[in-house]
């Protein structure tokens, strides 16, 4: 019989499970102790230890999400009748749901088990108790109910979506999201001059375009003092970014990118782009094994009109990527088309979302395709193979 364990802080994991995720940093301690250091103020974070015969065979990492009606929808353009259905869409799930995951960063990091030892089957059914488990602890010690239950952003050849049907038997719903754009990097591009070649004439000289308009920036990795010297212009120009998502279900707080390079060190970079002295725009990495993962970024929107910093960033991630032989590059999701410019290709993901109020979950699957409308774009073919 599998035995569940629950841990509300990451410094009270226990030795053997970082041995048992080695392949992903965002499931490690170091990472999670540093999430919880730096996560946005709505977001708490809890762990599960699934044993057989004591020994550790599985975990989860759960996040108790608060979300605030004004944080979900953040279109400025909406009519007042548009604005006020949104608003009446949002109160659905305004309050605490349940993510089974990491609502900070595309991609499934949330779960993890030893296949050798346990069935799919047997981790589902552990997986779905330990939720049940943490909605009871949430009630008792906060008195707040969970609303709804996010298992988030599985790929369709990942394995566990072999027991969608115990989730389907359960309430849960399939939900189709915004693709993560991947790109991955061919064993015989060993520069970054090997990519430039195979771009076809048209992204080449777009490429070439880019580069001209940026001359006048310079871009310097921040080591972990000048993060912490640049913290208040980093925040900035995030928020210029994040202010501007339509939806947006947390805010980072001011002190995250400082956290996160004093805590993971060289497997977190920075990178700033500088006109002069100042600090117009940055991005930043995060090195997890063979993937290079993008993460947040912000910009100057003057400067990024005039010096085309996005698509910059996009290249040198590409450029970061290549020269330190990485397998893939995982660009996530939005800013689909500009990203398949470049390389990169969609990779569908899916989610399954459960709402705890039986007639809200009926409608739930609308409600989120209203949230996550799907997006008409034109995929780019920038190699010559292509």
């Known amino acids: 019989m599998i035995e569940t364990k629950l841990f509300t802080s990451a410094i009270d994991l226990p030795r053997v499970w970082d041995a048992l995720v080695v392949h992903d940093i965002f499931l490690q301690t170091t990472y999670l102790k540093a999430l919880e250091e730096a996560a946005p103020k709505n977001i708490t974070l809890y762990y599960f230890g699934f044993y057989l015969e004591q020994e550790l065979v599985g975990i989860a990492v759960m996040q108790r999400v608060k979300l605030y009606l004004n944080d979900m929808f953040r279109n400025h353009d909406d009519s007042c009748f548009q604005e006020r259905f949104k608003n009446q869409v949002s109160k659905v799930l305004k309050g605490n749901i349940l993510v089974v995951g990491n609502l900070t960063h595309t991609g499934q990091h949330g779960i993890y088990f ?28 906060f008195n707040k109910n969970i609303r709804a239950v996010l298992l988030k ?39 970054f001059e090997d990519y430039i070649s195979e771009l076809n004439k048209k992204y080449r000289d777009r490429y070439k375009s880019a580069r001209k308009k940026s001359e006048s920036i310079i871009t310097k990795e921040l080591d972990v003092t000048a993060v912490f010297n640049q913290s208040e212009t980093l925040y900035k120009l995030y928020k210029n970014v994040a202010s501007n998502a ?9 002190n995250h990118f400082y956290t996160f390079k004093k805590q993971l060190g060289a497997n977190f970079k920075v990178f700033g782009y500088f006109n002069k002295n100042e600090l117009v725009g940055f991005y930043t990495l995060i090195l997890n094994n063979k993937y290079l993962e993008t993460y947040f970024l912000g910009y100057d929107s003057e400067y990024q009109y005039k010096h085309q910093l996005y698509l910059n960033m996009l290249y ?18 939005t800013a689909m088309e500009i990203k398949s ?8 993901m899916v989610m399954y979302l459960k709402h705890t109020n039986w007639f809200m979950n009926g409608i739930l699957k609308y409600i989120f395709r209203l949230m996550n409308p799907s997006k008409i774009w034109e995929e780019r073919h920038p190699f010559k193979s292509n």
């Open 153 to 191: 952003d599985y790929f369709l050849t990942d394995t566990i979506l072999q027991t969608k049907n115990a989730l389907y038997t359960s309430g849960f719903h399939h939900i189709v999201v915004q693709p993560n754009m991947v790109l991955n990097l061919p064993e015989h591009w060993m520069h």
């Open 316 to 333: 040198d991630m590409a450029q970061f990527g290549i020269n330190n032989q990485f397998k893939t590059i995982v660009y996530a999701r």
């Open 341 to 348: 410019s470049i390389g990169a290709k969609p990779k569908d």
């Open 246 to 254: 339509k939806i947006n279900s947390f805010i980072l707080p001011e």
């Open 114 to 141: 030893k296949s050798n030892a346990i069935t799919n089957e047997e981790f589902m059914s552990t997986l779905l108790k330990a939720v049940d488990v943490l909605k009871r602890k949430i009630k008792t010690v």
